[in-house]
């Protein structure tokens, strides 16, 4: 699918989101935050669920634990523009309140078409929500930054999970861990482009 056809396929399921009235959390929320980037991105950050600014702006990451995640991407050379961000929830839950299972289940499909169109190389989950929907189980203290090979629907993923920017900015700590985790990132994108190139020499 060449560049063109992913836009087109990402502004047709914004708009099915935006039409979609049995999404939870939508009568409260001001704007829809489907996510943005480039639609042939190779590397898909998801996060939790849009806060205040977030939900003023209709777009992801745009408040404090966005200006972190845009140092991070600063600190491994990587524009913005060239990623994809999105989140497990597009609607901001009141008080910023954690999401609910069955909230996350109801955003689940448009969020996997996203993954389908865009065909990301690797998947940066940002806090346990988005981390659990691709490595149930496991505790995020343990596997951060630890890249898991996951089957994506058939596909090959790499997955990557991170502590959430907004946990960074309340430990100095953790703000150290997640720095540390993004100087991995560069490399994993070029692995998984050399194993997809030594597949098609295959062919
Ligand atoms: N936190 C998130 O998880 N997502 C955003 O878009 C903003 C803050």
Request: aromatic share 8%; charged share 30%; hydrophobic share 40%.
């Amino acid at each position: 699918m060449v560049d063109e056809e992913k836009l087109i396929r990402l502004r047709e399921l914004k708009k099915k989101m935006w039409e979609d009235t049995t999404l939870p959390l939508r009568k409260s929320a001001t704007n829809l935050v489907f996510g943005e980037g480039d639609p042939d991105a190779k590397l898909f950050f998801l996060g939790e669920s849009p806060g205040y600014w977030e939900d003023q702006k209709g777009r992801p990451f745009v408040g404090n634990a966005g200006a972190l995640l845009n140092q991070l991407l600063y600190s491994i050379k990587l524009p913005r523009e060239e990623v994809f961000i999105t989140n497990v929830i597009c609607y901001r839950p009141p008080e910023n309140r954690d999401p609910f299972p069955e909230e996350i289940e109801a955003f689940a499909p448009y969020i996997d078409e996203m993954i389908e169109v865009i065909k990301p190389k690797v998947i940066v989950t940002l806090g346990r929500f988005s981390m659990a929907k691709f490595i149930p189980g496991v505790k995020i203290t343990v596997v951060h930054g630890k890249p898991h090979g996951v089957d994506w629907k058939g596909t090959k993923l790499t997955v990557v999970p991170m502590f959430h920017p907004a946990a960074a900015l309340r430990s100095g700590e953790v703000l150290r861990q997640i720095k540390e985790d993004f100087l991995k990132l560069p490399e994993l994108v070029i692995d998984s482009e050399k194993v997809e190139v030594r597949q098609m020499n295959l062919v």
